[in-house]
């Protein structure tokens, strides 16, 4: 008996790839921009390569079908390093809180387990933003 996927969970699982795709993108950039960071913001957008993965398996499981993947992400990166790692500590706060909400409509264990460990690395990367300022 297949399990019963709310539309809900797989719209913002599609949200979060492009998100994860954005965020990977910007924080290599920013390793290059800023070389002072550059160790902290490379392990950050390994997360996010990461993660990006994580919710293409898990998109399939609960679809039965691949996600349509968009990797044509441009990023911003005008500005000082300080003023870009200060701006995306509410971008990581906000991700966190996404995938809060994502973590109970989830249908099953192995799902929450997903998407509790991409929500836990987001709060740590608002930490170690916040660590570099």
Avoid: W
Avoid at 4 to 16: D, G, T
Avoid at 24 to 32: K, P
Avoid at 90 to 103: C, K
């Amino acid at each position: 008996m297949k399990t019963y996927v709310n539309p809900y969970v797989l719209k913002l699982i599609e949200e979060a790839l492009t998100d994860e795709a954005h965020d990977y993108s910007f924080y290599t950039v920013l390793a290059q921009k800023c070389p002072r960071y550059a160790p902290l913001l490379e392990q950050i957008a390994a997360d996010e390569l990461k993660h990006r993965k994580m919710l293409l398996e898990l998109y399939a499981d609960l679809a039965g079908k691949k996600a349509e993947e968009d990797n044509g992400t441009e990023v911003d990166t005008s500005g000082s390093c300080e003023e870009l790692i200060a701006g995306q500590i509410p971008s990581e706060l906000d991700g966190a809180a996404m995938y809060r909400t994502m973590y109970f409509a989830m249908p099953n264990v192995s799902a929450k387990n997903i998407v509790f460990e991409i929500m836990t690395d987001e709060m740590m990367h608002a930490t170690l933003l916040s660590a570099m300022m």
